[in-house]
């Protein structure tokens, strides 16, 4: 973290998260997704960042549900910038009232928030909106809780107030069944990221065990990809290789993802969502698959999982309004965006080597 992520936090300016958002929405838009619940860090320039990510999810059409890492890493005054930035789009989102953008109030791993910053949050947040915040990704995130507050991280979230329906805890790796039932209990809701997992090779969530009690559990990347099948393929392998059966996992994971991750947009936008029916909101993808079986609603999971990818993604609609049609964005100039993309990563790279790109 401190060598990778943070580092790029701390160097990431205005203008590279707009560029940054940009390609995000894009991309997204070509793999078929339209709505997004975004987890933003840049510490290298905080004020009016999820504006400006707001404004490039107006411009290029998706749905998005914005938060800010508010993180003791870098000091009292960029936490009480980041806890203030929170608080400013919250209010923002509250007053204009867009169907098509909400707020949540945003949490790095507890191991980067003191009580002290939590009741912060708390305080400014004031019960508007719910948390999203990274919930024992590593064993160093229960290490710490244990040794420095004698709670494990459910626990101490569940004595700041921070859990409830609204509430989105990402990964929960390393919870026991304790932290299982207050989960249960406060009716908090839980994101899977398989392949960001993987990747940092910190475990594999226990998505059995939070299925079976109940738990709003949906599905995420943890922005290691915007392919939402790429996500379903793995997390059902990685269940099957962590439970060391076969046939588990299939109808968690399309559940966590058809059906969940709807039930979860429903909690902050005012469409019905994951529907094709009268009054739902417009979303609408055409993919470029053409079956060697039949091919019906009784199995179409199959197909998704084992014959689509987010590339074959032809058109793109979301709230009814066209973004993507036969593999061209509407309306927008792809070449010029990825040219200023470019140039705000060349110019990211240099500040992260003292280099002149």
Same mark, same amino acid.
């Given at each position: 973290l401190d060598g990778t992520w943070w580092a790029i936090d701390r160097h990431l300016?205005?203008?590279? %998260?707009?560029?940054?958002?940009? +390609?995000? #929405?894009?991309?997204?838009?070509?793999?078929?997704? !339209? %709505?997004?619940?975004?987890?933003? +860090?840049? #510490?290298?320039?905080?004020?009016?960042?999820?504006? !400006?990510?707001?404004?490039?999810?107006?411009?290029?059409?998706?749905?998005?549900?914005?938060?800010?890492?508010v993180s003791d890493r870098d000091g009292e005054e960029k936490c009480l910038q980041a806890i203030q930035e929170n608080a400013d789009f919250i209010t923002e989102c509250e007053r204009n009232r867009d169907p098509m953008l909400a707020a949540m109030f945003g949490g790095h791993a507890l191991f980067t928030i003191s009580d002290k910053t939590f009741d912060r949050m708390v305080e400014a947040n004031n019960g508007r909106t719910g948390y999203h915040i990274h919930v024992s990704e590593g064993m160093n995130d229960v290490y710490d809780s244990l040794q420095n507050y004698g709670r494990r991280p459910v626990q101490r979230l569940q004595d700041h107030g921070i859990l409830g329906p609204k509430t989105i805890l990402g990964h929960c790796i390393h919870v026991n069944t304790a932290e299982m039932e207050i989960i249960q209990e406060t009716g908090t809701m839980v994101v899977n990221n398989p392949e960001s997992n993987m990747g940092n090779a910190i475990g594999i969530c226990p998505v059995i065990q939070l299925y079976k009690r109940g738990i709003l559990l949906g599905m995420g990347t943890d922005a290691y990809t915007n392919d939402m099948l790429e996500s379903l393929k793995v997390a059902l392998c990685s269940q099957r290789s962590q439970n060391c059966l076969p046939n588990v996992g299939w109808c968690e994971v399309t559940d966590m993802l058809f059906k969940n991750n709807a039930k979860i947009g429903e909690k902050y936008f005012p469409d019905t969502l994951g529907v094709l029916k009268a009054g739902a909101a417009a979303d609408i993808i055409v993919m470029d698959y053409k079956p060697y079986t039949p091919f019906s609603d009784e199995n179409i999971d199959g197909h998704m999982i084992f014959g689509?990818?987010?590339?074959?993604?032809?058109?793109?609609?979301?709230?009814?309004?066209?973004?993507?049609?036969?593999?061209?964005l509407v309306g927008i100039d792809e070449e010029a965006e990825n040219a200023h993309i470019l140039e705000a990563s060349k110019k990211l790279w240099g500040d992260l080597n003292h280099r002149t790109y």
């Open positions: 300016m205005m203008d590279g %998260t707009r560029a940054s958002a940009t +390609a995000l #929405y894009m991309d997204s838009i070509k793999q078929g997704v !339209t %709505t997004i619940f975004d987890h933003h +860090a840049s #510490y290298g320039e905080i004020p009016g960042t999820l504006h !400006t990510i707001a404004e490039e999810s107006k411009r290029l059409g998706l749905r998005s549900c914005l938060c800010y890492e689509m990818t987010g590339r074959q993604c032809q058109t793109t609609i979301a709230a009814g309004k066209t973004l993507m049609l036969d593999r061209q």
